[in-house]
């Protein structure tokens, strides 16, 4: 299956109508030049599954790639489903295409995908969080928030090993050196992160709160805080 033959396949399904509403809903930047077919998720899970089933790993990266570079956005979809998978091995090239993307990115709905991805690589080696470092001063919001949002599963442990310990914490110190950035998705991410956090260490979720959460905007303080009571909130 060549990047082609699959990007023909999707616009097989392609929806007029709805690829105008979608172009409309995502607003890429106007120089981007996406093009959109106005798929649905269904329709385009039932494409990645399939090549999921017929390809090697290594035929399912660059696959991905392959569709990535078609900039057409249902494609950018099924690249990123393609590589959010726990059991990638080997995933030193996925990594790495990942990381590609991520400076690229320039939507919300691409950005989330590809975070989910990374993800799943960042679980698996650990010895990735310095590559996520580098995105935390980038002049691009959406890898600012890439490099925490790829941390947020270590917020969801109860039962923690010294390393996930490690990665959490480092994702709670990105996330005080972006209280700072008044960008309004910096101030989501650190709010949902937060939140996350709460539901498995209140503790330790209102510690942050009580020091450097101080300095979020009120929305995001509201929102990280929903799961903490009596916390006092601060004006923007």
């Known amino acids: 299956m060549t990047p082609y033959q699959a990007l023909e396949a999707l616009e097989t399904v392609a929806h007029p109508a709805k690829a105008a509403e979608a172009a409309a809903y995502h607003k890429a930047p106007a120089d981007s030049g996406r093009r959109y077919l106005g798929l649905t998720p269904a329709q385009i899970d039932a494409h990645v599954a399939q090549w999921r089933a017929d390809l090697s790993v290594e035929g399912r990266v660059s696959l991905a790639e392959g569709l990535w570079n078609t900039n057409v956005h249902d494609a950018r979809v099924a690249a990123a489903k393609l590589l959010s998978q726990a059991r990638l091995r080997p995933d030193n090239r996925a990594w790495t295409v990942i990381c590609m993307w991520v400076e690229e990115l320039d939507v919300w709905a691409l950005a989330d995908l590809v975070t989910t991805a990374g993800q799943k690589r960042v679980v698996a080696d ?9 995105w935390v001063e980038s002049e691009s919001h959406w890898a600012r928030r890439a490099a925490l949002q790829m941390l947020l599963p270590f917020a969801k442990l109860n039962n923690l090993k010294d390393a996930e310990y490690d990665a959490r ?3 709670l110190i990105w996330a005080e050196h ?13 709010a949902d992160w937060i939140d996350t956090l709460a539901k498995h260490d209140p503790a330790r979720a209102a510690e942050f709160m009580d020091g450097p959460g101080l300095g979020l905007k009120t929305f995001a303080r509201k929102e990280a805080a929903r799961r903490l009571p009596d916390l006092p909130l601060t004006e923007d």
């Not at 209280?179 to 650190?190: C, H, L, P, S």
């Open 126 to 134: 650990l010895t990735r969080l310095s590559d996520l470092e580098q």
């Open 169 to 171: 914490e480092t994702g």
């Open 178 to 190: 972006l209280v700072t950035d008044r960008n309004w998705f910096i101030q989501k991410a650190i």
